[in-house]
């Protein structure tokens, strides 16, 4: 079951009026990489590319309960982010909840990191950590001016701590779909 939860999106209420042009390719992972747990476009520790749960489409990335970690990271084209302007990075989430194999972990974090054409990191990354939301596909956004410098943005999906529930075959997942990196419209104005 799909679910918007007006909630999680609080960071486009604070006056921004939307973003246009998402700079992730693949951002729902239909796109096969390298092999069939890889995804064209995304880098990886742990997790897979499953069809298990899906937001849009049919395929997301998916953490796996037995990790201890794991994250999913795609950095936008060269010379796609201005530094100054807004930029908002986000992902959908939705893990298993079943009582004898759910998914647990201490946190899980969406965050936007910044590099400069020489992929140095440059200015501070913006972040949000949250709870795995249960079974009920969430939207979790960030949202942060580029500094100076900057060439492109990374958006990362991180858990970590994870830990398989009593009694568990490990079989529990948290999922991750449809990613976006956007340039912020500002609010028009008036005279």
């Known amino acids: 079951m799909k679910k918007f939860l007006s909630g999680s999106i609080l960071v486009f209420a604070l ?7 998402n700079l992730l390719t693949n951002p729902g992972f239909e796109s096969q990489g390298a092999t069939s747990q890889d995804a064209t476009n995304w880098v990886h520790w742990g997790g897979s590319r499953e069809s298990w749960q899906a937001h849009d489409g049919s395929w997301s990335a998916t953490y796996h309960a037995y990790e201890s970690s794991a994250g999913w990271f795609q950095d936008s ?4 982010v201005t530094e100054g ?8 989430f939705y893990n298993d909840l079943n009582a004898s194999w759910g998914y647990t972990n201490a946190f899980c974090q969406i965050k936007i990191e910044w590099y400069d054409a020489s992929t140095n990191a440059v200015g501070a990354p913006v972040s949000m950590n949250f709870t795995a939301p249960g079974e009920i596909w969430t939207y979790y956004a960030v949202t942060g001016m580029a500094p100076s410098g900057v060439s492109f943005g990374r958006v990362v999906g991180y858990a970590s701590d994870s830990g398989i529930a ?5 079989a529990g997942n948290l999922f991750m779909d449809t990613v976006s990196l956007n340039a912020v419209i ?6």
């Open 15 to 21: 006056g921004v009026s939307g973003a246009m042009g």
């Open 77 to 80: 084209p060269p010379g796609s």
């Open 85 to 92: 302007e807004e930029y908002v990075g986000g992902a959908w």
């Open 166 to 170: 009593q009694g568990s075959s490990g």
């Open 186 to 191: 500002p609010e028009p104005t008036t005279a």
